[in-house]
């Protein structure tokens, strides 16, 4: 039977102890990945008793039984979520606003050459004889041609950082899988000899956090605490860790825009669940920014013809007939990623005047033995064979045996600026 000075003595140190806990909680309200730990105290019971004796019911005092983290999987979730949903939209603002802030009104902007161009040709209308003035205007459309490749080559090159910064995401995220996955080893190895250290616990969920900052993920825990990642918002996505295992995450490039991707040994498989975090900014981003770049290249297109037009029905001064003012001779072809046969093609471009600034998609019909367009308005005279697409403006050579649903996108005003 305990005395009242050994009862009291163990509730002296079980609440110690208990304070030394809210010490550690305090000293560590800034670290990183830290969770609040709570002494949970309870009741030491009194012995059971002989044959003969009966047991006693004051008991032996207070212990501390655990130390818990406060934890909750639902909350930790909607962080999980908001966290992801606050860096694709920081991202997004970012490379947008370095868009925004280049091709803002000022003095070296498209406009501007666009006006000077227009004012130098009025002076050439004022005065046609007046060599001097034909020689501006020459050299205010040099001035126009070069802004319209700066303007490209820039927004190309904001392009091109959005992806590659999309690629080093990915390779973070596969770093911080590979950490995590050691995480969850030692979870299980601790999970058969006893209980988990809290510390693992947390390094389990800074990890976590660290990868849901770059994509949007949904997580299960086993009763050892091991984590599942699953992609998305939804646990029926793909699952990019699963106790020992994991996948990498990579990106892909797909007609315009870029995709993440799940990829194994044999195997690249894209995924649209990733709508959240900073992996989907980087994607959004690149797709915006490529349509603003396809609009400069359509207002290059467009503006391009349509001088080359007016100056062509125009007359020298010596009487004849003008020509072209402004080079165009751009024009690509993507056969598409999920083609089932290898194809390969040849462009021959005749004449870039007659081919429509708009992009179209062809999909082979076997039934048919064409190739079928998805806006037959766009070309004059157009026909299709398996192995030819002949328009006015271009012949397409295709070389290979294609299947039915291949697909082959051509883009009429890629790269005009």
Do not use: C
């Amino acid at each position: 039977m305990a005395s009242l000075f050994d009862i009291g003595k163990s509730g002296i140190q079980a609440y110690r102890q208990a304070l030394t806990v809210t010490g550690q909680n305090i000293a560590n309200i800034n670290t990183d990945g830290y969770h609040r730990r709570e002494a949970s105290i309870e009741e030491v019971s009194a012995s059971q008793g002989g044959l003969t004796a009966v047991a006693s019911q004051v008991g032996l005092g207070a212990r501390v039984s655990e130390i818990r983290r406060s934890f909750n999987e639902f909350m930790t979730n909607r962080v999980y979520s908001t966290q992801a949903d606050f860096e694709k939209s920081k991202v997004f603002y970012e490379n947008v606003r370095d868009l925004e802030n280049f091709l803002l009104p000022s003095d070296s902007d498209l406009g501007n050459f666009m006006g000077n161009f227009f004012g130098s040709l009025m002076e050439v209308a004022t005065a046609p004889g007046d060599i001097p003035g034909r020689l501006v205007a020459i050299e205010e459309g040099l001035n126009l041609a070069g802004a319209f490749r700066q303007t490209a080559t820039m927004v190309e090159g904001l392009k091109l950082d959005a992806k590659s910064q999309a690629q080093e995401t990915a390779e973070t995220v596969n770093l911080l899988v590979e950490e995590l996955v050691k995480v969850n080893q030692r979870l299980l190895s601790s999970g058969q000899s006893g209980q988990v250290p809290n510390s693992v616990l947390d390094n389990r969920d800074k990890l976590i956090s660290e990868i849901s900052e770059r994509v949007e993920l949904t997580v299960t825990y086993d009763q050892r605490g091991v984590a599942n990642i699953i992609l998305g918002g939804t646990v029926a996505g793909p699952k990019l860790v699963e106790g020992r295992n994991a996948q990498k995450l990579g990106i892909i490039e797909n007609q315009g825009a870029i995709q993440p991707a799940l990829i194994n040994a044999n195997s690249v498989t894209p995924t649209s669940q990733i709508t959240k975090g900073a992996l989907a900014g980087f994607t959004s981003s690149y797709e915006f920014i490529g349509e603003i770049e396809k609009q400069i290249n359509t207002l290059a297109f467009l503006f391009s013809r349509e001088i080359n037009f007016i100056h062509e029905n125009g007359i020298t001064l010596d009487g004849k007939s003008g020509g072209k003012m402004f080079a165009l001779s751009d024009m690509e072809f993507e056969f598409g990623r999920t083609n089932r046969s290898d194809l390969s093609a040849e462009l021959n471009i005749t004449n870039i005047d007659l081919i429509s600034p708009s992009s179209v998609e062809f999909v082979y019909n076997e039934e048919r033995n064409s190739w079928i367009a998805s806006s037959e308005d766009s070309f004059q005279n157009l026909l299709t064979s398996n192995n030819r697409i002949v328009a006015d403006g271009f012949d397409l050579k295709i070389f290979g045996s294609p299947k039915n649903g291949d697909v082959i996108t051509l883009d009429n005003v890629s790269g005009a600026a």
